[in-house]
Nanobody
């Protein structure tokens, strides 16, 4: 089992920056991927950024490429969000997947970008 706790959401004006942190605990040694997804009401959860724990693989959703950066320090995952747009408003979820394909989610943190 892996537990994920996000922090760092909030309200920011368009064009501003915000950073999110996800702290993983539990059986972190089994985790292969960590990442961020986001969701707005009535829509599916979309990929923001995904990174591999043991390789340099990183992938971003098309809408955030060039503006968002994901990084990791041991069991802590970070998302630096720059040049934020109102359409980035969503609940952001931390994600982890282990070597057996089990998926884990954090409780989510709200990011609101005002125009």
């Amino acid at each position: 089992q892996v537990q994920l706790v996000e922090s760092g959401g909030g309200l920011v004006q368009a064009g501003g920056s915000l950073s999110l942190t996800c702290s993983a605990s539990g059986s972190f040694d089994t985790v292969y991927f960590m990442g961020w997804y986001r969701q707005t009401p009535g829509k599916e959860r979309d990929l923001v950024a995904l990174t591999a724990v043991r390789t340099s693989y990183t992938n971003y959703g098309d809408s955030v490429k060039g503006r968002f950066t994901v990084s990791r320090d041991n069991a802590n995952l970070y998302l630096q969000m720059n040049k934020l747009k109102p359409e980035d408003t969503a609940v952001y979820y931390c994600y982890a997947a282990d070597r057996e394909g089990a998926r884990y989610w954090g409780q989510g943190t709200q990011v609101t970008v005002s125009s």
